[in-house]
T-cell receptor
Framework: NAGVTQTPKFRILKIGQSMTLQCTQD?????MYWYRQDPGMGLKLIYY???????DKGEVPNGYNVSRSTTEDFPLRLELAAPSQTSVYFC?????????????FGPGTRLTVL | GNSVTQMEGPVTLSEEAFLTINCTYT??????LFWYVQYPGEGLQLLLK?????DKGSNKGFEATYRKETTSFHLEKGSVQVSDSAVYFC?????????FGAGTTVTVRA
C-alpha cells in the first residue's frame, strides 16, 4: 500500500513551458486535492475532486487545470509556467469530506520556474 | 468564511521543555479541527483531530482541546524531543476542503 505518490520530486521549468504533475493513490479514496505551499503561507487549495469525472476550483486555480478520469489518478497541468508558480505542490486524498475525514498527503513536488 | 490563525514562529526549545502552539478559528457551523505535522522533506500527516466541542485529540504525547467558547484548538506537549522538530499546521475542516493556518516551525535542541 503506497498511499499517495507524486512525480516528479523536483522540476525546473522555463517561463512559458508546460508540464503535468502526476498524483496517484491506491486507497480507493473518492476525494482528491491539489495544494500549493508557499513559505509562511500555509497550504492553498488549487483544485479538488469528489470522484472520477468531477472536479472543481479551489482558492487559487488560475494557471492550472486538472482532470480525473479514474479514481486513482488526479494529474495537475500547468500550461504556461510563470515565476509565480514556483512552489511546493502537494496532492492529497481522503475517504470522505474534509469536515470529518483525515487527508493523506503525498511527498510533494518542488517546482521552480525561471 | 472559514479561517484559521495560528501562532507565528519560529519556536526554538530545549529538549524536555513544554510546547504550546496557539490556534484560533473563525467558522460557520460546527467544523472539525485538526493538527497536521510536516517533517523536513515530507508531506503533511495527521497528528490529531477533534470533531466536536470539548473533544480532546491526542497522539504521540501531543494534546489539543476543541474550545467552542474561545474558538481555539491549542496544541500542547509536556516534554518535547529533538524528533518533534517539524512544522505544525492547524486546520479546520469544511464541507469540501481544509482551511490551514500558516504553520509554525518548531526546532528542539538537544
Amino acid at each position: 500500500n503506497a498511499g499517495v505518490t507524486q512525480t516528479p520530486k523536483f522540476r525546473i521549468l522555463k517561463i512559458g513551458q508546460s508540464m503535468t504533475l502526476q498524483c496517484t493513490q491506491d486507497m480507493n479514496h473518492n476525494y482528491m486535492y491539489w495544494y500549493r505551499q508557499d513559505p509562511g503561507m500555509g497550504l492553498k487549495l488549487i483544485y479538488y475532486s469528489v470522484g472520477a469525472g468531477i472536479t472543481d476550483k479551489g482558492e487559487v486555480p488560475n494557471g492550472y487545470n486538472v482532470s480525473r478520469s479514474t479514481t486513482e489518478d488526479f494529474p495537475l497541468r500547468l500550461e504556461l509556467a510563470a515565476p509565480s508558480q514556483t512552489s511546493v505542490y502537494f496532492c492529497a486524498s481522503s475517504p470522505g469530506t474534509s469536515g470529518r475525514s483525515e487527508q493523506f498527503f503525498g511527498p510533494g513536488t518542488r517546482l521552480t520556474v525561471l | 468564511g472559514n479561517s484559521v490563525t495560528q501562532m507565528e514562529g519560529p519556536v526554538t526549545l530545549s529538549e524536555e521543555a513544554f510546547l504550546t502552539i496557539n490556534c484560533t478559528y473563525t467558522a460557520t457551523g460546527y467544523p472539525s479541527l485538526f493538527w497536521y505535522v510536516q517533517y523536513p522533506g515530507e508531506g503533511l500527516q495527521l497528528l490529531l483531530k477533534a470533531t466536536k466541542a470539548d473533544d480532546k485529540g491526542s497522539n504521540k504525547g501531543f494534546e489539543a482541546t476543541y474550545r467552542k467558547e474561545t474558538t481555539s484548538f491549542h496544541l500542547e506537549k509536556g516534554s518535547v524531543q529533538v524528533s518533534d522538530s517539524a512544522v505544525y499546521f492547524c486546520a479546520l475542516g469544511g464541507d469540501y476542503k481544509l482551511s490551514f493556518g500558516a504553520g509554525t516551525t518548531v526546532t528542539v535542541r538537544a
